[in-house]
């Protein structure tokens, strides 16, 4: 992948795409969006937005974490598209490329649209939508969170908004349920 990232050749395009959407290893897959980020975007684009609108759930997660990457606005409104998909995994890596692809004068619109997200699947899923709406800014979201406030994801927003390591502290208790759970790659060995 390395060898792929750093030469950077157009040709590579389609096996990185491919690879993508079955490549179990999520290390590997971060090496594969890094390649992909390094082709021009006009090549890259195209074939990102096809796999958002007709792939695997992994290949359209995958799709939209690069997207995030290359943060092109104009793909905003096909990963906005995927930010009530029905796969947890699709819909968290959409709304961390919806932040990365608003375009300017956009964050209101977006914001309204991730609120109406809140309250959605497992801790992990909820810290993922309150990251991404962190991200719009406190200007943006305040106002949408403080109007639904007595639910507790919302309170939990505002509460990260005013202290960011809150979302560390959630994220070690994730990891250490992980562990305990054995799922790690040496528990795997």
């Known amino acids: 992948m390395l060898a792929i990232g750093t030469a950077a050749d157009p040709v590579d395009l ?3 795409i ?3 959407a079955v490549e179990p290893d ?5 090496m594969l969006t890094w390649a992909l980020t390094r082709l021009p975007a006009r090549a890259v684009l195209p074939r990102l937005l096809d796999e958002v609108e007709r792939g695997t759930p992994q290949a359209r997660s995958q799709a939209l974490h690069t997207l995030s990457k290359i943060a ?3 793909t ?3 990963v906005v598209a995927s930010i009530t998909d029905p796969d947890d995994e699709v819909a968290r890596a959409a709304w961390r490329a919806a932040v ?3 375009p300017v004068g956009g964050a209101p619109a977006l914001g309204e649209l991730l609120i109406s997200q809140l309250g959605r699947g497992d801790r992990a899923v909820q810290l993922s939508l ?3 709406l962190v991200a719009l800014g406190a200007d943006v979201i305040t106002p949408l969170l403080e109007s639904r406030a007595e639910e507790p994801h919302a309170a939990a927003t505002l509460r990260l908004l005013t202290d960011p390591a809150a979302g560390s502290q959630l994220a070690v208790e994730a990891a250490r349920r992980e562990v305990a759970k054995g799922n790690t790659r040496n528990a795997k060995g």
């Open 100 to 102: 990365a692809t608003v």
């Open 72 to 74: 092109d606005t104009s």
């Open 14 to 16: 389609d096996a990185l």
């Open 26 to 30: 999520f290390f590997v897959r971060d």
């Open 76 to 78: 905003h409104q096909v």
């Open 130 to 132: 309150s990251q991404a």
């Open 18 to 20: 491919v690879r993508c």
